[in-house]
């Protein structure tokens, strides 16, 4: 448990200036590794994925992957950056187990991208953070700590190393620092995270599943007294791997630090830990500098010299990004801001898109994702993409629903049927007899019923208190259980108690 003494957040915002920044490490969706040609596959027996190359037996050569650099060009022209006319691969020199060459092969002073943009959305305004670098390299293995509690290194009996992972494609992300955000810095710093793994999606470079530690973040954290002209000693929060714990993690660096610097205690440059189950973070090890690394250039790899043309067909080539399918989508919809930030922000966008796109109408398939469907997710406990319909079904119940087969409540009926694996919407209104009922006789006998079992309610309607046709509407819908049309069933009583 963190002893870390607290400031209250809107005391460190109001006396302190943060300034944030993120390096984002995400893993590409390759088929093969970065240097040599093993199988990327999640969750294989460990160390089935590995060869020469990337165990660094003596000898073996690396030869870079031609699809992940063309990824990494693709995400920096989808941030706006510069692409490299000629760079080259560098070594950055540091033991650790899972590294088996004793460096990882990297990039430094001669990076893919530079100076790019990406623009986020808080609260209706836009923010815009700065790239500095794209650039890329590979992944490490992964170590496993056995017999502790925790899972980490500290009272384990004994360490396990999985290379399959060593030497897949990973992309380096690294913002400048972003200042003058304030108290907004924690939200900002989420949404160029949750920004950027869309724009990743929609290019289709990565799976992006964060609970893979497909995309990691590294998040520095300073604090300045507001007015300051110079910034404060960061931190650097090391593999924070959700939307959420990013967020966390500025909030609780800069009340952690306020109160530091309130008693006089200098910010220590270090790596820190973000604990997940706290919200916490905890010291790592002291920041090394870059020169630490011995960087120096790989002597193995030729240098990388994109053509200009093929950058600028990449470029042409590149899908409409999130920010502008958003737009276009607000305006074909005519829906307001604040409903297209709601929609993303429950990760209902694509699920309605994908329902328009199988025949719904765009407010019912907003209606159903962001109503009955994501209050049954929530109960579940579930992301609204893991439920088990699927866009086309909705967009068939949207159907059933337009076409008077159903109502509404039925409609919620047919969903139960579906989510429980008992088939399409129409095969589970066959299956369950849940369609409306016309006027039929089975009808007209339930509201003959109703009309026979209230004498009181039927007089008061015929004295002129209409309003009391409700009271039968209700018990006729009771005795169909729900499946009547309540529009026909109130023009039937009409006819009947009032004579039409
Ligand atoms: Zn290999
Ligand atoms: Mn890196």
């Known amino acids: 448990m963190s002893t870390d003494r607290l400031l209250e957040f809107d005391d460190v915002v109001a006396r302190y200036e943060p300034v944030f920044g993120l390096e984002t490490h995400v893993e590409l969706g390759t088929a093969s590794k970065m240097f040599c040609g093993c199988a990327t596959t999640f969750g294989a027996e460990p160390n089935t994925h590995t060869c020469p190359v990337c165990l660094a037996l003596p000898g073996a050569l690396p030869v870079a992957n031609a ?7 693709r995400i920096g022209l ?52 700065e790239i500095e670098r794209v ?21 384990a009996d004994h360490s396990l190393v999985d290379f399959n992972r060593a030497g897949i494609p990973l992309v380096e992300i690294v913002t400048r620092p972003v200042p003058g955000v304030g108290a ?17 999606l929609a290019l289709g470079v990565s799976e992006v599943r964060m609970e893979q530690g497909n995309l990691r973040c590294d998040v520095n954290t300073s604090l300045a007294p507001t007015g300051s002209l110079e910034w404060g000693t960061r ?24 109160a530091l610097l309130d008693d006089g205690v200098r910010i220590m440059q270090e790596t820190r830990h973000f604990h ?26 030729v240098p ?56 719904a109408d765009p407010a019912d398939a907003r209606k159903w994702w962001l109503g009955e469907l994501s209050r049954r997710a929530k109960d579940d406990g579930v992301e609204l993409a893991d439920l088990a319909v699927t866009p086309a079904q909705v967009a068939e119940l949207c159907g059933l629903v337009a076409a008077g087969t159903v ?34 006789d089975e009808l007209g006998a339930a509201v003959d019923a109703a009309i026979a079992g209230a004498p009181d309610v039927v007089e008061k309607v015929r004295g002129g208190k209409t309003a009391a046709l409700g009271a039968l509407v209700g018990a006729v819908m009771k005795e169909t259980r729900g499946k009547a049309d309540a529009a026909t069933v109130r023009r039937m009583l009409e006819e009947r108690v009032l004579g039409g």
């Open 67 to 73: 699809a992940a650099i063309e990824a990494t060009i």
């Open 78 to 129: 989808a941030l706006g950056c510069r692409i490299a006319t000629w760079c080259r691969f560098a070594r950055k020199n540091y033991f650790y187990p899972d590294i088996p060459k004793g460096f990882q092969t990297s990039q430094y002073d001669e990076p893919l991208c530079t100076a790019g943009h990406l623009d986020v959305e808080v609260d209706g305004e836009t923010y815009r953070v």
């Open 135 to 155: 650039h890329l390299e590979e992944d490490t293995g992964k170590n496993l700590h056995v017999g502790g509690a925790t899972g980490r290194i500290h009272g």
């Open 184 to 200: 907004k810095a924690p939200e900002v710093a989420r949404a160029y995270v949750a920004e950027l793994r869309e724009i990743l």
């Open 235 to 258: 931190t650097e929060t090391k593999n924070v791997n959700s939307l959420r714990s990013v967020e966390r993690s500025v909030r609780y660096e800069m009340r952690r630090q306020a």
């Open 276 to 301: 997940e189950d706290t919200g916490s973070t905890s010291a790592g090890r002291s920041k090394e500098e870059a020169t630490d690394y011995r960087y120096f250039p790989e002597p193995d790899l």
């Open 304 to 359: 990388m010299a994109p053509d200009a043309d093929w950058v600028a067909q990449l470029q042409s080539d590149l899908p409409e990004l999130p920010a502008a399918r958003r737009t276009r989508l607000r305006e074909e919809w005519g829906i307001a801001d604040s409903e297209m930030a709601w929609l993303v922000n429950a990760g209902a966008l694509g699920l309605v898109t994908d329902t328009v796109a199988a025949g």
């Open 407 to 440: 109502n509404d409540q039925l409609a919620r009926q047919v969903l139960d049927g579906v989510l429980a694996g008992e088939g399409s919407p129409q095969q589970v209104v066959e299956s369950r007899g849940l369609a409306v009922m016309g006027e039929s």
